[in-house]
Nanobody
Framework: QVRLAESGGGLVQAGGSLRLSCVASERTLSLYAMGWFRQAPGKEREFVATIRWSDGDTHYADAVKGRFTISRDNAKNTVFLQMNSLKPEDTAVYSC????????????????????WGQGTQVTVSS
């Protein structure tokens, strides 16, 4: 059973930074992609960022482009989300997702493209 475990969430003031981590229980050598999604209260879960494991290609939602950076550490089976210049509207539960099988139609920006999900970590940005 594949497990994804997020960490790094918390409370931060607007303009601040947080770094989220997501560790996969399985080796990532054959991983295709990992992504981050978020869900704010009363809203649908939305795409944030994704990274293709083989070449590090990345893709971001317009709302976070230029502020968030997704990266990976293959040796540690970990994906990171560096979040800078945080805004109150970034407040949400952030979840990581992974897919080991190849999926056509890169980038993978919808929930149905990922097979495995973490439990999520809360990020709260105060104004």
């Amino acid at each position: 059973q594949v497990r994804l475990a997020e960490s790094g969430g918390g409370l931060v003031q607007a303009g601040g930074s947080l770094r989220l981590s997501c560790v996969a229980s399985e080796r990532t050598l054959s991983l295709y992609a990992m992504g981050w999604f978020r869900q704010a209260p009363g809203k649908e879960r939305e795409f944030v960022a994704t990274i293709r494991w083989s070449d590090g290609d990345t893709h971001y939602a317009d709302a976070v482009k230029g502020r968030f950076t997704i990266s990976r550490d293959n040796a540690k089976n970990t994906v990171f989300l560096q979040m800078n210049s945080l805004k109150p509207e970034d407040t949400a539960v952030y979840s990581c997702a992974a897919n080991w099988a190849y999926r056509s139609g890169w980038p993978l920006t919808t929930r149905d493209r990922y097979a495995y999900w973490g439990q999520g970590t809360q990020v709260t940005v105060s104004s």
